[in-house]
């Protein structure tokens, strides 16, 4: 666990750790919950198909292609519920492929297929 007190700047990073150098990560959704086990109930979305949902949420410059940084300002549910979970989906790519998700930044609608 880690402990921080509300409102505070919190900044994660996650890593790949791979022997192929040509991959890169990319930061696609993440929810809180107050629950370790369920991420639906109430879950509150930080970001989504790589769009910020929450508005203290933010991505940051990172050294390398197979780290990613991002960071929010803490929050609660509400008093009952003393903790809060973090579940995050990453996605890896080819690093320099420019038609993969991970360059593909903010997806903020599905797209359609069209049939006639």
Do not use: I
Not at 40 to 45: D, I, P, S, V
Not at 60 to 76: I, L
Not at 99 to 110: A, D, E, H, K, T
């Amino acid at each position: 666990p880690y402990y921080v007190d509300m409102n505070q700047n919190l900044f994660l990073q996650a890593s790949l750790h791979s022997s192929d150098q040509n991959l890169t990560v990319f930061v696609d959704t993440c929810v809180a919950s107050p629950n370790s086990s369920d991420f639906r109930t109430l879950g509150y979305e930080l970001t989504k198909s790589g769009c910020a949902s929450d508005p203290t949420y933010s991505l940051f410059p990172s050294p390398r292609s197979d780290v990613a940084r991002f960071g929010f300002s803490t929050f609660s549910f509400v008093t009952r519920f003393p903790s809060v979970f973090l579940q995050c989906q990453l996605v890896v790519c080819r690093y320099h492929d420019y038609s993969s998700r991970c360059y593909q930044g903010c997806v903020s609608r599905l797209r359609r297929n069209a049939y006639s």
